[in-house]
């Protein structure tokens, strides 16, 4: 089990990753702590047996990986995948609305948020900030974080619709829109938000190209429960998965053979379709040249990856208490029972029975508590990256992750034992022989 430091530390994490960007740049901070050594894409690499390397991937993917003192074409990539991207609302250019005395920000959804979940709460901004530099073939980017309360989207009193508890249908472009500040008398609300984003980084708003702004819950992580047994937390999907392939990535034990990687994907929830997705050739090409950075050629390659698998990470879905009539009846995990290994027939999971076995013996000879998770036969469910990057390489993976409930709510609920389950699978995953 996790103790109070461990649980602080992983807490400190899902603060810290309030956008991709700032997910990518603490884990980033984490790798080099651990001795990890930074690359570009765009160099040629001379890499040596027994370092650790990552790649910054557009900003808000990452790829990390570590070389064992012994390596060769037939032991392979042992490789671990999850997502840095959530469900929220992403700011638009030219964000300013007038109404009624406000000024609000005109936002569009990101993945499938819940939006009632959004309404009333406290909400911050966070992102990059492209600005000019010498060479226009090379702009600049700027992390930022307003790091305080900023906006909220307010809800309409039920004494304009007495029916709200019986639900209600939000349209996005309407009833979603966060308030950000009084249309007071000087106030130019035209160009607010440069000018806010001037403020926090100290570049002049003309020479602000672009932002790309993400909306969060500003409401901080808490244990809850009589035990503290429980963490309610924005971002839990997939931050989980995030932290977890990390602690896998910078424990001190080691196997001797063959090369370990993570990959932090972006853009999960919205297909995986982009350059920084799991169905680009992006991590393909880094590992390529990883291999041709050991002197192994093409063949050799092509060798190391069919002896290659896959652990895919992403949120499962917990017992809901409330709502078991939603759920398989003999295929379910509950909060607090571990790891969900996770199936579907349809390959939105990319799980098949060899690849299952490994884990699953890897989890029993480590007493890791686990339980296989199939949806209900006529409910479709959700899908994750590992069928993507199963079918791209050619290799066998298996999906697993955390039980969680209110998945994609602005604040989600899980068992912190479970978390300790996902980091030692992924610490056992990359130590094991």
Not at 118 to 128: I, Q, T, V
């Amino acid at each position: 089990m996790m103790n109070q430091n461990q649980t602080i530390q992983w807490m400190d994490f899902l603060e810290r990753a309030v956008s991709p960007y700032h997910s990518v740049s603490a884990a980033s901070q984490m790798l080099d702590a651990a001795g990890f050594q930074p690359l570009s894409q765009q160099d040629t690499w001379t890499l040596e047996r027994g370092k650790s390397y990552y790649v910054n991937l557009y900003g808000t993917s990452l790829a990390a990986f570590r070389i064992n003192r012994e390596c060769r074409p037939e032991d392979g990539f042992r490789i671990a995948g999850s997502h840095t991207d959530w469900p929220c609302f992403r700011v638009k250019p030219a964000a300013e609305i007038s109404a009624a005395g406000c000024v609000k920000l005109n936002v569009e959804p990101y993945g499938s948020p819940i939006y009632p979940s959004w309404m009333d709460r406290p909400l911050s901004m966070a992102g990059s900030v492209a600005v000019r530099g010498e060479d226009w073939l090379r702009p600049r980017t700027i992390l930022v974080n307003f790091s305080d309360p900023m906006l909220v989207i307010p809800s309409l009193a039920i004494h304009f619709n007495r029916e709200v508890n019986k639900g209600v249908a939000l349209n996005p472009a309407k009833d979603m829109l966060p308030i950000l500040e009084l249309a007071r008398e000087g106030l130019e609300s035209d160009g607010l938000l440069l000018r806010l984003l001037e403020q926090e980084t100290g570049v002049p708003a003309g020479d602000i190209l672009n932002f790309d702004l993400y909306l969060y819950n500003w409401e901080k992580p808490v244990l809850t429960g009589p035990g503290r047994n429980l963490i309610s937390s924005p971002r839990l999907d997939n931050q989980t998965s995030v932290y977890a392939c990390l602690m896998g990535m910078v424990q001190e034990k080691r196997r001797s053979r063959g090369i370990d990687v993570a990959v932090w994907y972006d853009n999960e929830e919205v297909g995986n379709k982009t350059k920084q997705g799991a169905e680009s050739q992006t991590l393909l090409r880094i590992l390529e040249k990883a291999a041709a950075g050991l002197g192994f050629d093409r063949t050799d390659f092509l060798s190391m990856l069919s002896a290659s698998f896959l652990l895919s990470c992403d949120v499962a879905h917990a017992l809901h208490p409330n709502y078991p009539q939603m759920y398989d009846g003999q295929n379910r995990i509950q909060m607090g029972e571990g790891v969900g290994l996770k199936w579907n027939f349809s390959q939105r999971y990319a799980t098949d029975i060899q690849a299952s076995a490994v884990i699953q013996q890897l989890m029993e000879n480590h007493q890791i508590p686990y339980r296989r998770y199939l949806n209900r036969s006529d409910l479709p469910g959700g899908s994750t990256l590992g069928s993507a990057v199963s079918a791209l390489f050619g290799i066998p993976a298996v999906d697993v992750g955390a039980p969680v409930l209110s998945m994609h709510s602005a604040r989600e609920l899980m068992a912190v034992s479970d978390q300790d389950s996902l980091n030692r699978l992924l610490c056992c995953f990359f130590g094991e022989k």
